[in-house]
């Protein structure tokens, strides 16, 4: 198991939450996603994984919900 933090831009509320745990939970072996809100800022985002995660499937999910890696 494997656990690392993320830094994401752009997200402002609950529904930013949302988009981005679902589209983090899509990656193969991601068991679990914390998301600390930092609205209008930069939040962190905690993954856990069976194993380390591509940053690049990482990168596209995030995109995928509609905001940016810091």
């Known amino acids: 198991?494997?656990?690392?933090?993320?830094?994401?831009?752009?997200?402002?509320?609950?529904?930013?939450?949302k988009a981005v745990t679902e589209e983090l939970t899509t990656l193969d072996g991601v068991t679990g996603v914390t998301i600390?809100?930092?609205a209008g800022g930069t939040s962190d985002v905690t993954v856990e994984s069976r194993d380390p995660?591509?940053?690049?499937?990482?990168?596209?999910?995030?995109?995928?919900?509609?905001?940016?890696?810091?």
């Open 36 to 38: 600390d809100l930092a």
């Open 53 to 70: 995660l591509p940053l690049d499937d990482v990168t596209r999910a995030v995109d995928e919900a509609g905001y940016e890696l810091a």
């Open 1 to 17: 198991m494997t656990t690392h933090t993320y830094r994401v831009t752009g997200m402002t509320c609950e529904h930013c939450v």
